[in-house]
T-cell receptor
């Protein structure tokens, strides 16, 4: 079964509008972490924001916020006031323990976001 | 100097060639990773090294051979590759964190090596 699901393969958004990128996850472990990364055309994966499963409040980093709904197992990324430079692939990932001392990241398939001027 | 540096950025090789990808991190991290990114597929974890010791090999074919001489350097040696091995190979590093920690342990990535196998 898919662990991380990003249902939007691509999105077009007008510049300055807010955008929500969807991510749902599946895990039975109570301790996990959720990440969002941005990958511009240059190839580098850029860390954006993190939400821990025990965090009481939604994570925020500048224009990025994470809408964490634990009961629904969703961790949507919200970008406020989108900019042309936000055009990129966006990946949701989940950190899940795979041993007593190590963990792995499970990745979604990504959403291609294009900001229109 | 960027945190994680990968060379070369682009590589074209024949199926009989031997080449290597190099990754160097300047972040003082103790874990390094190789990922494969193919078109329209999620990132695939290939290898994990913690403190220079390989701790994960995700059923990767033997034509890919990793080497981690120290905690700052990671290599991926390539030989007799197939055209389906063409992909973006991403190196990442992180601080190894214990389970049930509040630390994020996020990965820091290089810009990747775009490999084309003819």
């Amino acid at each position: 079964a898919q662990k991380i699901t990003q249902t939007q393969p691509g999105m077009f958004v007008q510049e300055k509008e807010a955008v929500t990128l969807d991510c749902t996850y599946d895990t039975s472990d109570p301790s996990y972490g959720l990440f969002w990364y941005k990958q511009p055309s240059s190839g580098e994966m850029i860390f954006l924001i993190y939400q821990g499963s025990y965090d009481q409040q939604n994570a925020t980093e500048g224009r990025y916020s994470l809408n964490f709904q634990k009961a629904r197992k969703s961790a949507n990324l919200v970008i406020s006031a989108s900019q042309l430079g936000d055009s990129a692939m966006y990946f949701c990932a989940m950190r899940e323990p795979w041993s007593d001392s190590n963990y792995q990241l499970i990745w979604g398939a990504g959403t291609k976001l294009i900001i229109k001027p | 100097e960027t945190g994680v540096t990968q060379t070369p950025r682009h590589l074209v090789m024949g199926m009989t060639n031997k080449k290597s990808l190099k990754c160097e991190q300047h972040l003082g991290h103790n874990a390094m990773y190789w990922y494969k990114q193919s078109a329209k597929k999620p990132l695939e974890l290939m290898f994990v090294y913690n403190f220079k010791e390989q701790t994960e090999n995700n059923s990767v074919p033997s034509r890919f051979s990793p080497e981690c001489p120290n905690s700052s350097h990671l290599f991926l040696h390539l030989h007799t590759l197939q055209p389906e091995d063409s992909a973006l190979y991403l190196c990442a590093s992180s601080q190894k964190i214990p389970r049930d920690t509040l630390n994020t342990g996020e990965l820091f990535f290089g810009e990747g090596s775009r490999l084309t196998v003819l």
